[in-house]
Every structure is written in C-alpha cells, then in structure tokens.
C-alpha cells in the first residue's frame, strides 16, 4: 500500500476549487515562519471551492504561558513569557523550550488573518475552554456533573472575552469570490 506524504504549504498533487471544506487541523500552530503560514493560507484557500468553508485549529499564546508554568515552574520564567506573548513563537533549540517548534497566535490575529484573505467568519470557538486546566478533578466526576460542565462550556465557549484563555481554539469562515490579499 502507497501513503500519501502531504505538506500543508504545497497541495499541488490537489486541483484549484476542488473541495468544500478544508481542515487545517494543525498545521498553523506548527508553521513557525510567517511565509509558511501563509504558503499555508494560499494552498488552502486555492484548493477550496468559492462558498467553501476554512476550518482552522490554533493555539492560543494567551493559554499557553499559564498552563505550562504551572505544570513546571521550571518555565516560571518572564523571558518566556514575553516571547510567547510578543512572538508567538516557540523553536525546540529555545533554552525554554517546552514542546517542539510551535506557533502560538491570538483571536485578534486569527480573525485578523481571516479578514485580509476574504474569509467570512461564521464561527470562532473555544473547543477545549480551561478544561485542560481541570484534569486533576475532571476524571472524578460523575457522568451528571461532566454533563453540567459541558453544557456550561458549550454556552461560553464563544464568548469573546474568555477564547484566548482556551488551548485549542477553532475558527472558521467561509471563502468569498474575492481573491486573497496574501
């Protein structure tokens, strides 16, 4: 069996205006250069049809500094907290490096980000909320208070003041017959 190796910033093997939705699941949140965003934004864009949808997952820089300092205070540091909050981005050679090369970006830069390339957002949503935060006492409740919990999560999770404090965060927008402003 043959599989397929694809690269998110050169969907070539893909023809212009071929799908209805594009998922972008990952890629944008380990594309540390802005080019390679952006390559990113243009394939997925150039591949989906005029009325098509863009979903994307990010991670926000909001969420990201407070989670891991305090999961290790050994990142309880401000040099890294400044750099997530002023760049973005994290690279594996980082002497606070945490994970691996990473790009973390905020609800303004994504909706942003969406608006230049002419993509109408019809959804932007918290999908994790703090609930990473809640995994010491999460898995000991019971099926009704999971229940309550989720139900309060699915009514907040679009709440513009409280996304940036989620881990993963998902927008998405529909493609305009405009071109991109990349």
């Known amino acids: 069996m043959h599989t397929a190796v694809l690269d998110a910033t050169d969907l070539i093997s ?23 965003r952006e390559k990113c934004m243009a ?19 909001f969420y990201v500094f407070p989670h891991v300092a305090t999961s290790n205070t050994k990142y309880l ?29 905020s609800p ?27 995994k010491n006492v999460v898995d000991d409740w019971n099926e009704e208070q999971f229940s309550v919990w989720c139900d309060y999560h699915y009514s907040a999770c679009r709440e513009k003041s409280t996304l940036g404090a989620s881990n993963h965060i998902v927008i998405i ?4 017959n405009c071109r991109t402003k990349i």
């Open 14 to 36: 893909f023809e212009d205006e071929i799908f209805d939705i594009v998922l972008n699941m990952g890629p944008f949140y380990h594309l540390i250069n802005l080019d390679m």
């Open 173 to 176: 927008g529909r493609k305009t």
């Open 43 to 61: 394939e997925s864009l150039r591949v989906l049809k005029k009325g098509g949808l863009l979903v994307t997952a990010y991670i926000s820089r």
């Open 77 to 105: 540091n401000i040099d890294l907290a400044k750099q997530i909050l002023q760049t973005g981005v994290l690279k594996h050679a980082d002497p606070n490096c945490f994970w691996t090369d990473t790009y973390y970006a």
């Open 108 to 134: 303004s830069e994504m909706e942003r980000y969406y608006d230049i390339n002419n993509l109408n957002i019809i959804d932007h949503f918290a999908q994790d909320g703090i609930t990473p935060m809640l």
